[in-house]
């Protein structure tokens, strides 16, 4: 199923899961655990981050060498995994950055292959390089455009302009920014590119994370204002080191309120425990304020969300 059909069947609240796939070279078997952590929670959908490579400084007997290499493939073989084994709709992330229409395109195409027919498109964070774009090749600049793109390859339109091709089915998410992406100079005009987004053909939101729901709130009274009609579900993100107050806020241009982060910095050592209940707090506030679902953030290890769900009666 499309993740809008699972928001509008829903008798329940609807909780899913964001996972990244390991380094390159690194364990599966933990993420396969993680994976059938999750699972347990019955998830109709987990979200799969993409990568693209990156300049890696490597020091060798001649002096250091700059290589290019993909820190975190496996995207793909990670999303067959989840739909086909576990029988849960996986959502691979598509980028701007890092790859060109045409690698997108062959990207989508081996999705549609898989039976997988839900993506979220996003720019991706600015890459140290940029692609070569011998060869006639071209690039999205920004979301709204890979948005356009995988919409015309719904309607059957390819880049070569395939007569015969078949059309794909993909059902289209793209990021929001409760406290607005670092570049926008305002909430409003940052919402007016959520509304290129939503014209260009994404179907839902899913919102960068927040840690004090009033900026969720603002943002969706906005987005209505602005006439974005799409489910707009709210990112989560459960702190469980103290290092998180320092990491989070440059990383991901959010706030992190002071109620928060001085009981933590009064008692570090309960980190993980303050941080269950903050979430928990959110969680309640916003499914019982009219949020169409949850959607978790996870990292390595699914203890501090099966303590945030068991918690919330979820």
């Keep these: 199923m499309k993740v809008t059909e699972h928001l509008a069947v829903a008798t329940e609240p609807v909780i899913s899961f964001e996972i990244i796939p390991p380094k390159r070279g690194g364990d599966l078997n933990s993420l396969l655990g993680l994976i059938d952590d999750l699972a347990l929670h019955r998830p109709p959908f987990i979200d799969i981050t993409s990568h693209p490579a990156e300049i890696l400084e490597v ?37 701007c950055e890092g790859f060109t229409r045409e690698e997108s395109e062959d990207f989508l195409i081996e999705l549609h292959y898989l039976g997988i027919d839900n993506v979220f498109a996003i720019r991706g964070d600015t890459a140290e390089h940029r692609k070569s774009l011998d060869g006639g090749r071209t690039r999205n600049d ?31 998410g793209a990021a929001g920014y409760p406290e607005k992406h670092s570049e926008a100079p305002d909430l409003q005009a940052d919402v007016a590119r959520v509304k290129q987004k939503v014209d260009a053909g994404a179907e839902y939101i899913v919102t960068q994370m927040f840690f ?22 709210p990112g989560l993100r459960i702190l469980t080191s103290p290092r998180q107050l320092a990491s989070i806020p440059p990383a991901f241009h959010c706030e992190i309120p002071e109620a928060l982060s001085h009981e933590i910095e009064a008692t570090p050592d309960r980190t993980r425990d303050i941080g269950v209940a903050w979430a928990v707090e959110q969680v309640t506030e916003l499914l019982e304020s009219g949020a169409p679902s949850a959607h978790f953030f996870v990292m390595s290890s699914a203890r501090a969300v099966n303590d945030v769900l068991a918690r919330a009666g979820l």
């Excluded at 979301?143 to 993909?170: C, K, V, Y």
């Design 212 to 233: 004090d729901n009033r900026h969720y709130f603002s943002f969706v009274d906005e987005c209505r204002r602005q006439g974005v009609d799409v489910p707009i579900i």
């Design 142 to 172: 920004y979301a709204s455009d890979l948005i356009g793109q995988i919409t015309a390859m719904n309607q059957g339109r390819f880049l070569d302009g395939l007569a015969d091709a078949s059309p794909t089915e993909f059902c289209v």
């Design 59 to 95: 020091q060798t007997p001649d002096g250091p060498l700059r290589r290019r290499t993909r820190k975190r493939p496996g995207t793909l073989g990670i999303c067959a995994l989840i739909q086909n084994k576990l029988n849960i709709d996986a959502v691979p992330h598509v980028l």
